[in-house]
C-alpha cells in the first residue's frame, strides 16, 4: 500500500461517585479533594472508560501544563489509569481589563516554565518565566498571547481556519506551518505503506494524481477549509469534494482519511469528504477528522492526539478504540474529533499471540489464606482459604485484557497491567484455573492449573 499526506473559557462541571473510604479509589479522591485550585472540566465517557479531567486554577489563573487525569471502567468501580501532574505555585496578580478584537474565547494562564509551552506555544521575548498572560483565540484561528497590559508576548500554532492561509504555508507565521503535523502521520504512514508520498502546498491536480492512485489506502489532509473543499496551494486554489467524486471513481474507498480542516468532519453525508473518501460505505473504511477545532481550546494538545492516536493503532488497536482511547487521554479535544466508518478495521493485522503465565499459585505448593507455605508431596497444589491469582502477560502491541476462568466458567476480566483476580468463592476439591490473555488485535493465549481447594 502507497500513502498520500497533505499539511495544509473553562466550564466547570460536576460528578457523583460513590467509594468507600480506604480504598485506593477512596485514596484517589481524596488526594484530589485536599488539593487546592481543583477545577473539573470533563466528566464523561469516551468509548469504554469514564473519564475525569481537572486543570489547575489559581484566582481565575490556568497553571499551564498541570492537570490531573483519572479512567475509571463504565460503572465507575474501578481505576484504569490515573496521571497527575502539579506545581506548587503562588499566583497575586491585578489585570487590567482587556477585551480583544473578534476573538472566540480568552483566559488568564500562567506557564510555570519552559516545558509548558510543549512545542506550540512561542513566546517572541526572553522570558523569565513564570510567564503570567492573556491567552485568546481569536476568530481567524491564531492563538495570541498577551501580557496584563495587552501588549502581544507571544503566539501558538494557528488552527487551520476555513480561508486563513494556504495549505501547510501561511504569509503570517511561514511556510509549511503544520509541519510537525504532517510529519507526524508520515512517520507512521512509512510503518504501515510500502513508500509515502508527503508534501506541503500540492495544486489540485497533484492531488488528483495520488488519490486515484489504487495503492493510495491512506491518506492525511491538514489544511484551511470545511467538510467540501480546502486551500490546495499558495494561489489560494481549492481542492473540492466534487474533484474528490471523479478521482475516487474507478478505486475502491480509501482506507484511512484524516480530513483535518477545522470543519472537515462537521458534515459526512452524501457529497462530502468524508463520504466521498468512503464511497458512501462504512465497511473497511474510516474517515476522522476536526469539527470546530477553529474555537476549540484542545488545538494545543491536537498533535499529541495525534500521535497517541497512531500510536494505538500501531500497537493493534482498532481505528476506533485508538481515536477513542486518544480523545480519553486528551478529553478537551474530545468534542471537536469526529469518527466515521468502520468501528472494527485495524490498520496492521497482528497474528502474534500474546505469552501468559500464572506467576501465583506455582504448581506443587502449598497456600493458606494466600500464604506460601512449602512445596507439597506429589506436586499437587494445594489452596486452602482465599487466594490472590496473579498472571505475567505480554505481547509485541499490548495486552487488551485477561480473563479469569473457574472450571471453564469466566470469573473476571482485568484490562490493568498488574492482572490478577482474588479467589473467594466456596469450593472444595479438585478445579480447574485459567487465565486468558488478549491482545488488541484479537489473539489469544492461555494458562492453567490445577488446584486442590477448600475456600
Not at 485484557?401 to 479467589?423: G, I, Q
Request: charged fraction near 25%; charge should be negative.
Amino acid at each position: 500500500a502507497y500513502c498520500f499526506l497533505l499539511v495544509m473559557s473553562l466550564i466547570f462541571v460536576s460528578f457523583s461517585i460513590d467509594y468507600k473510604a480506604g480504598d485506593i479509589l477512596g485514596d484517589i479522591f481524596d488526594e484530589i479533594k485536599n488539593l487546592e485550585d481543583t477545577a473539573l472540566i470533563f466528566n464523561g465517557t469516551i468509548g469504554n472508560r469514564y473519564v475525569l479531567y481537572w486543570r489547575h486554577v489559581v484566582d481565575n489563573v490556568v497553571v499551564k501544563g498541570d492537570y490531573i487525569l483519572l479512567h475509571l471502567d463504565k460503572d465507575k468501580r474501578r481505576i484504569i489509569d490515573y496521571k497527575k501532574h502539579w506545581t506548587n505555585i503562588d499566583i497575586s496578580i491585578k489585570a487590567n481589563p482587556f477585551e480583544p478584537r473578534e476573538f472566540f474565547w480568552k483566559k488568564l494562564v500562567v506557564f510555570p516554565n519552559n516545558k509548558a509551552c510543549n512545542y506550540f506555544y512561542n513566546f517572541s521575548i526572553n522570558a523569565t518565566y513564570p510567564i503570567i498572560c492573556w491567552e485568546v483565540r481569536h476568530i481567524n484561528g491564531s492563538t495570541i498571547m498577551y501580557d496584563l497590559n495587552g501588549r502581544k508576548i507571544g503566539e501558538g500554532v494557528p488552527a487551520p481556519v476555513k480561508g486563513f492561509s494556504l495549505s501547510g504555508y501561511d504569509s503570517e507565521y511561514g511556510p509549511d506551518c503544520w509541519k510537525r503535523w504532517r510529519l507526524s502521520a508520515d512517520k507512521w504512514f512509512k510503518k504501515w505503506c510500502e513508500s509515502t508520498i508527503s508534501i506541503s502546498s500540492p495544486a489540485p491536480q497533484t492531488i488528483s494524481y495520488y488519490i486515484r492512485d489504487k495503492n493510495v489506502l491512506f491518506f492525511y489532509e491538514l489544511a484551511h477549509g470545511d467538510s467540501f473543499l480546502f486551500q490546495a496551494d499558495r494561489e489560494g486554489s481549492y481542492y473540492t469534494s466534487s474533484m474528490l467524486h471523479e478521482d475516487m471513481k474507478e478505486r475502491g474507498p480509501m482506507k484511512f482519511a484524516f480530513i483535518g480542516s477545522c470543519e472537515g468532519m462537521r458534515f459526512t453525508g452524501e457529497g462530502t469528504f468524508s463520504y466521498e473518501f468512503r464511497k458512501g460505505k462504512k465497511t473497511g473504511t474510516v474517515t476522522i477528522g476536526y469539527v470546530g477545532m477553529a474555537e476549540c481550546p484542545g488545538w494545543s494538545v491536537s498533535l499529541q492526539w495525534q500521535e497517541n492516536m497512531f500510536r494505538k493503532m500501531d500497537e493493534g488497536m482498532t481505528v476506533k478504540e485508538a481515536f477513542d482511547l486518544a480523545s480519553a487521554y486528551y478529553p478537551t479535544i474530545a468534542n471537536c474529533v469526529k469518527f466515521v466508518g468502520d468501528e472494527n478495521l485495524r490498520v496492521i493485522k497482528d497474528s502474534e499471540n500474546p505469552v501468559i503465565n500464572i506467576t501465583d499459585p506455582k504448581e506443587g505448593y502449598l497456600y493458606i489464606y494466600g500464604y506460601e507455605i512449602i512445596p507439597t508431596f506429589f506436586g499437587k497444589t494445594i489452596i486452602i482459604g482465599e487466594k490472590m491469582i496473579r498472571v505475567n502477560a505480554e505481547d509485541n502491541k499490548g495486552v487488551s485484557k485477561v480473563e479469569f476462568y473457574l472450571d471453564d466458567e469466566l470469573k473476571y476480566e482485568d484490562t490493568s497491567p498488574d492482572y490478577c483476580w482474588n479467589l473467594s468463592e466456596h469450593i472444595f476439591g479438585r478445579h480447574t484455573l485459567k487465565a486468558v490473555a488478549y491482545d488488541w488485535s484479537g489473539n489469544t493465549a492461555y494458562d492453567k492449573i490445577v488446584i486442590i481447594a477448600i475456600i
